[in-house]
């Protein structure tokens, strides 16, 4: 049997926060019907004269002031996971972005190149939902079906609730929480009301029942609401902390109809004026710091509690390239290995 090869694969990033770098990136993320979900005509107007031209400068701006010196953040730890877990694994390890660099198409012709006829894709979004993990697997089945059609794909379902990565999540949680916080945010990154109701598969339970997070339902497989609950409860449980003292929020809303909330910036102000000065985020929605997390919240929800009359806020780290979530992806991936090949 051939080596099974295992492809992370994250939103993206652009090659530069140039400007056109940016403006390229962002066209090719939202062109994807998973992410703004039209018709491709009314698609291509709103990206090409309204979001482009409105929003590159200031996505550009927001991008220098988190770059490095290896580049952008979610790359570089990107690369760096890869490397750490094809060495605790013992097996060929890729990172792609499903928009920009390192390519899907890339990773696969390495792959092919070196023999892989089997591949675990590992979509990087604990939660599900259209736009970034069906998105993911979406864009690797179809280069797939061009590079390597007699490549086996197997598919790691979405690990919110998965013992190893809460676990993980708990570990990196605890060292940097401070001991006498007023209060625990859980910031999700927000979608469009739309998108649940669509991945609905019952088509009545999402937005529809009466706390229908909680109320059981084989539309959970596929809601992300219900599915970031799980994970902040979770890691509530796990830390033994006060739920009273932990909430939860959605950032980065971003267009028209009606988003996911309450918002992360209102609820941080909503905290500040209730009495909350000492305030920590955690974003579980991102396995990787990027700019939602650096920028968004590290830079201008910091600035926005500050204002609003905190006196210190604390951003926990993504998972990144921690030790514990490299031991974490290596148990689930070996879990995930096993389990096909057992059947």
């Known amino acids: 049997m051939s080596q099974t090869g295992v492809l992370l694969v994250n939103l993206g990033s652009p090659r ?199 109320a059981p339902s084989p539309a959970h497989a596929t809601c992300y609401k219900h599915q970031c609950l799980k994970t902040m409860e979770a890691v509530v449980e796990k830390l033994g902390l006060p739920p009273s003292k932990c909430s939860i929020a959605f950032q980065s809303q971003f267009g028209p109809g009606r988003w996911l909330g309450p918002g992360t910036m209102a609820e941080l102000r909503r905290l500040a004026m209730a009495g909350a000065k000492k305030v920590a985020v955690i974003c579980p929605s991102f396995v990787a710091d990027c700019v939602e997390t650096l920028e968004e919240i590290g830079m201008r929800a910091r600035a926005e509690f500050m204002a609003a009359g905190g006196r210190e806020f604390v951003l926990i780290p993504c998972l990144n390239d921690h030790v514990s979530w490299v031991r974490a992806l290596a148990v689930m991936i070996t879990q995930a290995v096993n389990q096909r090949t057992a059947t």
């Open 16 to 214: 530069s926060p140039a400007p056109d770098d940016v403006r390229r990136f962002l066209r090719e993320l939202l062109m994807d019907p998973h992410v703004l979900d039209m018709s491709r005509l009314v698609r291509f107007c709103l990206v090409r004269f309204l979001i482009l031209p409105l929003r590159t400068a200031k996505a550009a701006a927001a991008y220098r002031k988190i770059w490095t010196d290896e580049g952008s953040p979610l790359v570089a730890t990107g690369l760096k996971l890869a490397a750490a877990l094809q060495h605790e694994l013992g097996r060929p390890v890729a990172i792609a972005m499903r928009y920009g660099e390192p390519s899907i198409p890339d990773a696969l012709h390495t792959f092919s190149a070196h023999g892989v006829r089997r591949l675990l894709l590992v979509p990087m979004f604990p939660q599900y939902a259209l736009s970034t993990y069906e998105a993911a697997v979406a864009g690797v089945k179809l280069h797939l079906a061009s590079i390597a059609p007699g490549t086996e794909l197997i598919v790691h379902p979405p690990f919110y609730a998965a013992h190893e990565y809460i676990t993980a999540l708990a570990t990196v949680t605890k060292t940097h929480l401070p001991k006498d916080f007023d209060h625990l945010l859980f910031s999700f990154h927000s979608l469009p009301e739309r998108h649940l109701r669509k991945a609905d598969p019952t088509r009545a339970h999402c937005l529809v029942k009466p706390d229908c997070c909680h």
